[in-house]
Each structure stands twice: as C-alpha cells, then as structure tokens.
Nanobody, 121 residues
C-alpha cells in the first residue's frame, strides 16, 4: 500500500515562510507527477503547484513568484517552499502523486491527509 505523509504546516505571520514536505512510502515502482493542492474553508480544492518526473513545474497564478515546488526522487519526497505568505494562503495543503506501485500496474493517484497552514498576525 502506498502512503503520502505531509509535514511542515503551522501558523506564520504575513510575509513569513514555510516549507512543506511530503514523503511517499510503501509499494512504489515509479512516481510520476507530484503536486500540492490546497483547500480553504468553504472553497473547492485547488491546484497550487505541480512537478513532472522530468522536473517541469507549473504554478497557480496566485502563488507564482512566491512558492517553489521541488522533488527528491531518491528520497521519494516532494517539497513546497512558500515565501511571502499572505492570509489568503490559509488552507489545508494536500500532497498528491501519480504512482505506479508495480512494474505491471498502471498509474494511480494518491493523496496525503493534509497539513494546515494558517497565515495570520
């Protein structure tokens, strides 16, 4: 079974920084696309940033220039460096990855349990 576990959330003042981490474990043959989503109270879950297995990145317009997604395939980790945080960034942040668990299996999406990020003075 595959698991994704996020860490690094917390309370930060506007203008501050946080670094989220997500560790993948279990039966993993290949990790393809990895991404971070977020969901604020009363809003739909939205894509924040995505990184391909080739390292190509894409960001939501609202976080461009402030957030950076990266991955370490040897450690099966994905990170989200968040700078210049704003109250509007307050949300539960979820890690997502498309994973092939065995050589003969297809890609399946997996989600972490989420980590709370609160930006407030």
């Amino acid at each position: 079974q595959v698991q994704l576990v996020e860490s690094g959330g917390g309370l930060v003042q506007p203008g501050g920084s946080l670094r989220l981490s997500c560790a993948a474990s279990g039966s993993i043959f290949v990790i393809n696309r990895m991404a971070w989503y977020r969901q604020a109270p009363g809003k739909q879950r939205e894509l924040v940033a995505v990184i391909s297995n080739g390292g190509v990145t894409n960001y939501a317009d609202s976080v461009k220039g402030r957030f950076t997604i990266s991955r370490d395939d040897a450690k099966k980790m994905v990170y989200l460096q968040m700078n210049s945080l704003e109250p509007e960034d307050t949300a539960v942040y979820y890690c997502n990855a498309d994973i092939q668990s065995r050589m003969w299996s297809g890609l399946n999406p997996y989600w972490g349990q989420g980590t709370q990020v609160t930006v407030s003075s």
